[in-house]
């Protein structure tokens, strides 16, 4: 994790990879402008799927940890953004900035009640904090 607080993983990267990195993002921004409302859609599925593959391969890839959490509060966020918009009809943009206070909220709950129901232990069976 250093290399992304240091910087030091644009500066190692070579020229090649930030340019296509750079135009990449620019046909990204660009493609609701000139795409068909389909192909938008596709986008967000398959840069959505990107996003939940790669939480899920830190975790439990390099970390080691199964967690669900991720996809709990994903899903939490486009249950409401989508009830949103089909019970209110309320616009789907402001439905995923509503989906994200949503899951935001419901998820800081989250670290109070695995603390306060279970007592997590190390390989050697410490606790953390000397408990």
């Known amino acids: 994790m250093s290399a992304l607080t240091s910087g030091r993983l644009i500066a190692e990267a070579s020229p090649r990879a930030l ?32 996003y939940t593959g790669q939480a899920w391969n830190i975790m439990l890839g390099f970390a080691g940890q199964l967690s669900l959490g991720h996809a709990l509060y994903f899903g939490l966020g486009a249950y409401i953004a989508a009830a949103g918009y089909v019970k209110f009809g309320l616009s789907p943009w402001l439905g995923m900035i509503v989906g994200a206070i949503a899951s935001a909220v419901a998820s800081s709950g989250s670290p109070w009640l695995t603390r306060a129901n279970c007592v997590v232990r190390s390989a050697d069976g410490s606790t953390p904090g000397g408990e």
């Open 19 to 50: 340019v296509g990195l750079l135009v990449l993002l620019a046909v990204l921004i660009v493609a609701p402008v000139f795409a068909s409302g389909y192909l938008v859609a596709v986008l967000i599925v398959i840069l959505s799927l990107a």
